[in-house]
């Protein structure tokens, strides 16, 4: 079989890790700090703060600017459910809009129907690693009628002056828009280090701080080091000094720090991946592409144009004219030669938790018809080229065999 997302563990990743055990020092410590420090030198972004997942790191930020009940928040109804959960957990209400056909991300005109006076931010998703259309998004909420309608409720959504853009990007690590790279495209970007992700430290994520200058973002990853670590004003590192026993307690703070178990594996996760992970992956893409290509059937992800270049996260395939029914016997074929599929995402309005919350799928179009069709392909590190052509050809036969033409 065919695994769809295995992580690359390697003798690299067990010596760091393995040393990091050694050394005594396994919660948040200098591998937490070191990869922080890269991460920043990585995306371009003015500070970094690691998390225990991209869901804390999420949610965290959306505490920090002060969202709570009677704010609402936009997202995508076509995501994971962590991006709407957070804002759940929040006491927050989630806006879903819908998404563009083509690129499958938020549609910025979705995004400007659903603004009201109680907007106070916006969650794009790169969605399998491309990024969002940040020019317009950023432009859009210092637009002169949408600024006019913000309404502060904290300290921190005064001092911005207009809605936050919290972007989730547990997918696009790496990914380019304009020469700039995903950390450093808008006020706040959040990465996941989950297993299946580009980049894993087996759970975790990073909080990519680039807000504008209104702010000190060192000050506040300071702030937020504090805030992830139950309102203690020092760690464990600097508790660790010789008599520096005393600390206090500031706020009741989250338990949202990462390890350095989680940072030895990023920091070898991080070293290789321009040179070594993302082009791999790349190659998959590009492979796929010409496997498909000269099907009538076949709607190939976005993942390279003139301006953005995607991080290669997953494959999202797309059959024309199909119904769900049929993908869904598609699918059934693809596993029975042994090669696993997924789909991404069955959108959120279709989940029973959503809809008892009075989403209604019929609200969106596109979502529907992107999942409707779409069959997502295995990527990773490890997978050879012979299985890349396992996979075209078990997609190819089982198409053929339901859609026809
Ligand atoms: C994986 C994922 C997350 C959450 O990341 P965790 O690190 O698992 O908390 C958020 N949003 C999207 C779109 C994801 O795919």
Request: glycine share 6%; net charge negative.
């Amino acid at each position: 079989m065919i695994p769809f997302s295995p992580p690359r563990i390697d003798q690299k990743i067990i010596d760091e890790v393995t040393d990091t055990l050694r050394s005594g020092w396994i919660t948040t410590g200098p591998r937490t700090k070191l990869f922080e420090k890269k991460l920043t030198a990585y995306g371009g972004q003015k500070a970094t703060l690691c998390v225990s997942s991209g869901s804390a790191g999420l949610e965290l930020m959306l505490r920090w600017f002060g969202v709570g009940p009677g704010d609402e928040v936009i997202l995508p109804a076509y995501t994971y459910a962590a991006t709407a959960n957070v804002i759940i957990h929040c006491g927050a209400t989630p806006v879903f809009v819908d998404v563009n056909k083509d690129d499958m991300n938020i549609s910025v005109s979705c995004i400007a129907d659903a603004i009201t006076e109680k907007t106070k931010v916006i969650m794009p998703v790169d969605l399998g690693g491309f990024p969002c259309d940040y020019d317009e998004i950023n432009a859009l909420v210092k637009r002169d009628d949408i600024w006019e309608k913000f309404n502060p409720g904290s300290m921190e959504q005064e001092k911005l002056g207009r809605i936050l853009i919290l972007s989730d990007a547990a997918h696009s690590i790496g990914a380019v828009y304009k020469g700039r790279k995903a950390g450093a495209l808008t006020d706040i970007t959040v990465y996941s280090f989950h297993a299946v992700k580009n980049l894993t430290t087996a759970e975790g994520g990073a909080v990519c701080l680039n807000l504008p200058k209104v702010f000190d973002n060192e000050e506040i990853y300071r702030e937020l080091n504090i805030k992830s670590l139950h309102g203690q004003s020092k760690d464990a590192l600097a508790k660790f000094q010789v008599g520096n026993w005393r600390y206090d307690i500031q706020e009741a703070g989250y338990k949202y720090n990462m390890t350095d178990i989680q940072a030895a594996m990023g920091l070898v996760e991080l070293e290789r991946y321009d040179d070594d992970m993302l082009p791999r992956r790349k190659e998959i893409f590009d492979q796929y592409a010409r496997g498909f290509g000269k099907h009538n059937w076949f709607q190939s992800p976005v993942y390279e144009t003139g301006e953005k270049k995607s991080s290669y996260h997953a494959y999202f395939l797309r059959i024309r004219n199909i119904d769900e029914e049929t993908r869904d016997k598609i699918i059934q074929n693809i596993f029975q030669k042994e090669v696993s599929v997924n789909v991404h995402y069955v959108p959120l309005p279709m989940m029973s938790f959503y809809k008892q919350m009075g989403f209604d799928i019929e609200n969106y179009p596109v979502s529907y018809d992107n999942y409707s069709r779409e069959i997502s392909l295995p990527v990773y590190y490890d997978l050879i080229d012979d299985q890349v052509s396992k996979v075209i050809d078990s997609v190819i036969s089982a198409v053929e065999k339901n859609a026809g033409s």
